[in-house]
């Protein structure tokens, strides 16, 4: 009798045991991660460097649309989404309605580049050139810039053009083909998150002319992560990190890390302005 429980002790505690080691944790266990394709390149040098760390931790990485990580997050299909953008009005009832409890973290300053091929004479464009060239009015060139779903057609639309449409402008399927179509058309002027210029070559990063309202003329910069962060590049956005997750597993563990200070220096390092701890960048 007495072995008989002795077993029974012992049985009990080795399933335990076993529960035990399948427990996900901050840095243990498998995750999902959805990007943004303006910052693929980023969090992957995020999720490598964080693997490296933690072993354990088994993560992948899927680049999407704007649109399409944020409809995965509010129907619980994702943990986590690194995002160009906020939620809009639609999205947030949506959230509401499912009873979501998400976090949501300030992961980086990003900006939107102007590219265009090196064979033009280009190398400034006014911001109120841009709006021109998303109405189909600049003259000898034709907006290229990735499709409806995608973050920067959405900032394009609500940020630049505001009220008025854009029009006569070519679609493209991903940010990476933009670049390809700039690339091979001297007449093409096209619109990708900086991130994704880091390894490209063949295309000319045009300097953009600050908006009216900041009341001054003729001045043009440069993406540039001190711009990114003061605000002062006139295409600069808030990149975002959303967690959907009831305790705190590993979206929330790489979240953490994404934030701190090794992943807010992994973003200086890729020409990002970070957004979550305090630095001093120089400007060139």
Aim: net charge neutral; with cysteine.
């Amino acid at each position: 009798m007495k072995f008989f429980l002795s077993f029974l002790v012992l049985s009990f505690t080795l399933i335990i045991c076993g529960c035990e080691e399948k427990l996900e944790t901050s840095t243990k266990g498998s995750l999902t991660i959805y990007a943004d394709e303006s910052v693929y390149p980023l969090v992957k040098v995020q999720m490598e460097a964080f693997s490296k760390l933690y072993q354990e931790a088994k993560l992948s990485l899927i680049p999407v649309t704007a649109r399409e990580g944020i409809v995965k997050i509010v129907n619980n299909e994702a943990e986590i989404f690194i995002s160009s953008r906020e939620f809009n009005d639609e999205e947030k009832s949506a959230s509401q309605k499912n009873k979501l409890e998400l976090k949501t973290l300030k992961f980086c300053y990003d900006g939107i580049a102007v590219i265009t091929s090196y064979e033009t004479f280009l190398d400034k464009i006014k911001f109120d050139e841009i709006k021109y060239l998303l109405q189909g009015r600049y003259k000898n060139a034709t907006a290229v810039i990735p499709e409806r779903n995608s973050g920067i057609f959405e900032y394009l639309q609500s940020s630049v053009m505001q009220s008025e449409k854009l029009s006569n402008v070519e679609i493209a399927l991903h940010e990476a083909d933009v670049i390809d179509l700039v690339k091979k058309n001297k007449n093409k002027i096209g619109f990708v998150g900086f991130n994704l210029l880091n390894d490209s070559s063949g295309v000319k990063i045009l300097n953009v002319g600050l908006r009216e309202q900041s009341g001054v003329k003729d001045v043009f910069l440069e993406p540039h992560p001190g711009y990114f962060v003061q605000k002062l590049y006139p295409l600069s956005r808030m990149i975002l990190i959303y967690v959907n997750e009831i305790n705190i597993g590993l979206a929330s563990g790489f979240a953490t890390y994404l934030t701190g200070n090794e992943g807010q220096k992994l973003v200086l390092e890729n020409n990002l302005g970070p957004a979550a701890v305090p630095v001093r960048i120089i400007s060139n």
